[in-house]
């Protein structure tokens, strides 16, 4: 192949198409538990957070909540991943074997968004959130009051969320959405001392912590004990006035080490003995290899 602009943009366009495809093929699962913020500058401040939407009898004046107290600011961060095509390649027709690799980057590109959400999700129990405290943690202040969404135990996490509501316990901020970029101008430095091409992906996003109410977090047995307890818990929470918020957990979220104990517990309808299972089909499973 001889090696001219029009060469190189026919290169580009097929392996834009071999990314995207690749991108919207890819398995992805962090919409299950985070909802999508968008970002125009960089960083936004979630204070927000600090006032659970609720509805009051309104008497007199409406009652303006003070979130002065809180802040929580998520900042974008940049991504990128890249390939060099060499250009001997190039030049002997040799371009389908870039292919699988251009096709990593798309898969790639969309599954970072599950490595950072669910990653967040695993150190939730030493990560703050917007209140100051860890975001799973036995003294979340409500009221005066110490409020816990942290089950104890060393073990493999697991987790019980209310995913029912547009607000969802974590947060993926994106800035800009998977562009997919090229270096490819025979001029360029690059070909001249190294003979590649180089083509890549980049974005700019982060994750962060929504409301803690919504998740609770537990490195205990995954058991009906501990599992009962669990859902007292998230059901009991109560705004700063003492409404109870209505939270009912909907979703048991898990890594591959625990699919067994919670299939177990919220998919089988009679246990060993044949008695019956009183949480079955209490939550849905959801097993995430990202928290393996």
Request: with cysteine; proline share 5%.
């Amino acid at each position: 192949m001889i090696i001219n602009q029009a060469a190189l943009q026919g290169i580009y366009r097929s392996f834009s198409t071999i990314f995207k495809q690749a991108f919207d093929a890819a398995p992805s699962m962090w919409q299950e538990v985070a909802m999508r913020a968008p970002s125009t500058g960089r960083s936004v401040d979630y204070k927000w957070l600090g006032d659970f939407p609720m509805m009051r009898e309104w008497v007199g004046e409406r009652a303006i909540k003070d979130l002065s107290a809180f802040h929580y600011e998520v900042v974008n961060k940049d991504f990128e991943s890249t390939v060099a095509v060499d250009r001997n390649d190039i030049e002997d027709d040799q371009i389908g074997v870039y292919s699988p690799m251009i096709q990593g980057l798309g898969a790639a590109a969309k599954q970072h968004r599950d490595i950072l959400v669910f990653g967040l999700l695993k150190n939730g129990f030493s990560t703050i959130c917007f209140d100051g405290q860890y975001f799973f943690d036995t003294d979340h202040p409500v009221a005066g009051q110490s409020v816990s969404n942290f089950g104890g135990g060393s073990g493999a996490p697991w987790f019980l969320m209310d995913l029912s509501r547009p607000v969802k316990p974590l947060i993926l901020q994106v800035r800009k959405e998977p562009q997919f970029v090229a270096m490819d101008s025979p001029k360029d430095e690059n070909v001249f001392m190294r003979k590649e091409f180089r083509y890549g992906v980049d974005d700019r996003k982060n994750v962060g912590f929504g409301f803690w109410q919504l998740a609770y977090g537990s490195k205990d047995t995954l058991n009906s004990t501990n599992y009962a307890a669990a859902r007292a818990a998230m059901m009991s929470f109560k705004n700063d006035e003492g409404v109870p918020l209505g939270i009912v957990p909907t979703h048991l979220v898990v890594p591959p080490t625990l699919e067994e104990a919670g299939k177990r517990l919220v998919e089988t309808q009679n246990d060993a003995s044949g008695a019956g299972n009183p949480w079955y089909g209490t939550a849905k499973l959801l097993v995430v290899p990202w928290l393996a």
